[in-house]
């Protein structure tokens, strides 16, 4: 099936630093997503971008849609403890009648305090 | 509002046992979703419906079965279970692009 590479796999940074992640694709997709998995819970939707090039923020996030489609990135800024978690990219391609998600493998993300 | 909510939170079965996952939303939403995700992967569609009496297969349905009586519920079984299928399970509901998933329920087939 279609895969994502989702990177870095994990990463272990101080309290304060910024972070970036960063997911591509062979194919092309019209939504990038970003969801965020706290432990034993569901993924929460952070980001949603919908078209190639926007940038879109959410407090100290910020993802992009990359220009070619076929990657996206997310950054935050200042990172606080509370930001710990798996962030998770996913492609999607929405046609009329038709829609796949491919998600990634996942950020594991841990900042020390 | 509870969203989505899955039972139970928690099981260990038997090779070969049965047992059906709960999912219900109180959102109103038509489309819902049977996830499974595996350690250090992503997640994997099992199932979805998008509506009332309507399911389709997902990227991997084998070893699953779902029905949708009702908008509100939508039940993932499993026959005969296999250790292959030790996982945790996601239900979710919403449109692909905006999902809203439950807290999970963390399956153990021994």
């Known amino acids: 099936g279609q895969q994502l590479n989702q990177s870095p796999q994990s990463m272990f940074i101080q309290e304060g630093e910024d972070v970036s992640m960063n997911c591509t694709s062979s194919s092309i997709f019209n939504t990038w997503l970003w969801y965020k998995q706290e432990p034993g819970e569901g993924p929460v939707l952070l980001i949603a971008l919908y078209k190639a090039g926007e940038l879109t923020s959410n407090g100290r996030l910020t993802a992009q849609f990359g220009i070619t489609r076929k990657d996206s990135f997310l950054n935050i800024s200042a990172s606080i403890p509370s930001d710990v978690g798996i962030y998770f990219c996913?492609?999607?391609?929405?046609?009329?009648?038709?829609?796949?998600?491919?998600f990634g493998k996942g950020t594991k993300l841990t900042v020390n305090p | 509002n509870a969203g989505v909510t899955q039972t139970p939170k928690f099981r260990i079965l038997k090779i070969g046992q049965s047992m059906t996952l709960q999912c219900a939303q109180d959102?109103?939403?038509?489309?819902m979703y049977w996830y499974r995700q595996d350690p250090g992967m992503g997640l994997k569609l099992i199932y979805y419906?998008?509506?009332?009496?309507?399911?389709d297969k997902g990227e991997v349905p084998n070893g699953y079965n779902v029905s949708r009586s009702t908008t509100e519920d939508f039940p993932l079984r499993l026959e005969l279970a296999a250790p292959s299928q030790t996982s945790v399970y996601f239900c979710a509901t919403g449109r692909a692009e905006k999902l809203f998933f439950g807290s999970g329920t963390q399956l153990s087939v021994l």
């Open positions: 959102m109103n939403h038509n489309y």
């Open positions: 996913a492609g999607g391609l929405f046609v009329v009648g038709s829609e796949k998600l491919v």
């Open positions: 419906s998008v509506g009332a009496g309507i399911t």
